[in-house]
């Protein structure tokens, strides 16, 4: 099988037993949104807090909306989830009364981007009296870490079960590793002995065979990616969220170097993605050499992005030329995932005004 440059791991097919995503290199993604959404059901069914002469309970989940994937890049699983929960609970006081009061306990914030204590829950009471009161500060000052303990057992169990299969294993982890190697040093050793005693007529014909296959290139086998998206904004909003620093870090939810001018360089993604600007016309165009990190040594990408600002939205389209044949499906899809689906969820672009109305 061809390889690209010195060796790209991913093409060694022998490092993997049954020769999926070797090294765990490519971009792989499940969808935990039908998962998450049972099991946060599950954990607040019948949810009881009860301290003293106060029990209060969870009646209901009354909004359940968001999503969460699990992504293995390059080796390491990445989590994303966005949650917005509304839970309807109700309590009463076990003593002097048989009243039930009811009210909303709101989670808009359940993110990888907050840590749990810094997750908010918002406590609020139907209707309001000396018992009711007495109640909503209960679930503030107790009530609110319960959940949060149970959201946290939602996170724990998240990554527990979709880092299953994720990460692959290679084939020298079943202990194999160190005898392929050693018989491949060997291999080496015996064919560089060879090598020692070619005689010197041997070594005049390779070194006229060499002369000539060396003025061979070898040649990729590249595609063109063409795409077009709509974005709820104005172009001079699209084009600051594609090279401010700020805002690129922000929809890459990772440290980003950008420096958006002619011939400045951007790293994107721990230094997966990287390039330069060619050229740059503000609200219209942007063109860059772009690359992955694990592609063969100098091989860039072209890639011409062009905005076109409309009456009530922006609509991008993107030409890249130079792809790997290999990479194709893979670049149109992480292209969608990790930059237009994303700035439209860090932005609100993907939705116009009057959309929400």
């Not at 299953?164 to 015996?190: E, H, R, V």
Request: charged letters at 25%; one cysteine or more.
């Amino acid at each position: 099988m061809a390889k690209w440059g010195e060796g790209d791991p991913r093409w060694i097919v022998e490092e993997r037993p049954d020769a999926t995503n070797v090294n765990n290199w490519h971009w792989t993604e499940k969808n935990a949104t039908p998962w998450s959404k049972e099991r946060l059901q599950q954990l607040f069914d019948d949810f009881k807090i009860v301290q003293s002469d106060i029990e209060c309970a969870v009646d209901a989940v009354d909004k359940c909306t968001g999503e969460a994937t699990v992504n293995n890049r390059k080796g390491k699983l990445i989590f994303f989830y966005e949650w917005e929960l509304v839970l309807k609970w109700s309590g009463r006081l076990l003593k002097n009364s048989k009243l039930s009061h009811k009210g909303k306990l709101t989670i808009p914030n359940l993110s990888e981007e907050n840590s749990l204590e810094d997750v908010e829950l918002t406590v609020t009471i139907d209707e309001s009296n000396d018992e009711s009161e007495t109640l909503k500060q209960f679930m503030y000052n107790v009530g609110r870490e319960r959940v949060r303990q149970q959201l946290g057992v939602y996170i724990k169990e998240l990554k527990e079960e979709y880092s299953k299969n994720l990460i692959l294993p290679k084939k020298n982890d079943d202990g194999s590793g160190g005898a392929l190697k050693d018989a491949n040093n060997a291999k080496n050793a015996a064919q560089q002995k060879a090598a020692s005693g070619v005689t010197s007529s041997s070594s005049s014909i390779n070194s006229s065979s060499n002369s000539k296959s060396s003025s061979v290139g070898c040649k990729l086998d590249v595609r063109t990616l063409s795409m077009c998206e709509e974005f709820h904004c104005n172009a001079n909003d699209l084009y600051n969220a594609l090279t401010k620093p700020d805002m690129v870090t922000a929809f890459t939810r990772a440290p980003a170097k950008v420096d958006a001018v002619r011939g400045g360089e951007f790293v994107l993604y721990g230094g997966n993605v990287l390039g330069k600007f060619e050229e740059l016309v503000p609200e219209k165009k942007i063109q860059q050499s772009w690359r992955l990190k694990n592609w063969s040594s100098g091989h860039y990408s072209h890639v011409v992005i062009e905005l076109e600002e409309t009456s009530s939205s922006t609509m991008m389209t993107l030409k890249q030329t130079g792809i790997p044949a290999s990479e194709y499906d893979a670049m149109r899809t992480n292209w969608h995932r990790y930059y237009w689906h994303s700035i439209k969820q860090t932005f609100g672009f993907g939705s116009s005004i009057s959309d929400a109305l």
